[in-house]
């Protein structure tokens, strides 16, 4: 980090307050993730993501096995039938 030179004492002020509001905002901005981090570690919310993952799963999945299940069937049927 290379040093800084200042002429006056106006520069350095202005640098104090650069730096102070910079890190106020560094501040709020950590501030703002742990609000979001808590809103979303919520039961509720966890349930939900939890349901709508597994549904997304299973109604991908049903037509998978409807597909592959239901010529069977359709083979079933027609021996029994044929008996």
């Given at each position: 980090?290379?040093?800084?030179?200042?002429?006056?004492y106006?520069?350095i002020?202005?640098?104090?307050?650069?730096?102070?509001?910079?890190?106020?905002?560094s501040?709020?901005?950590?501030?703002?993730?742990?609000?979001?981090?808590?809103?979303?570690l919520?039961?509720?919310?966890?349930?939900?993501?939890?349901?709508?993952?597994?549904?997304?799963?299973?109604?991908?999945?049903?037509?998978?096995?409807?597909?592959?299940?239901?010529?069977i069937?359709?083979?079933?049927?027609?021996?029994?039938?044929?008996?």
């Amino acid at each position: 980090m290379e040093t800084k030179k200042y002429s006056s004492y106006e520069q350095i002020e202005l640098e104090l307050k650069i730096l102070k509001l910079e890190k106020e905002l560094s501040y709020q901005k950590m501030v703002w993730n742990v609000q979001k981090i808590n809103e979303s570690l919520t039961v509720k919310k966890i349930i939900n993501e939890g349901i709508g993952y597994y549904k997304s799963i299973f109604s991908n999945s049903y037509g998978m096995i409807l597909a592959a299940t239901i010529p069977i069937i359709i083979k079933w049927l027609k021996k029994k039938r044929g008996n």
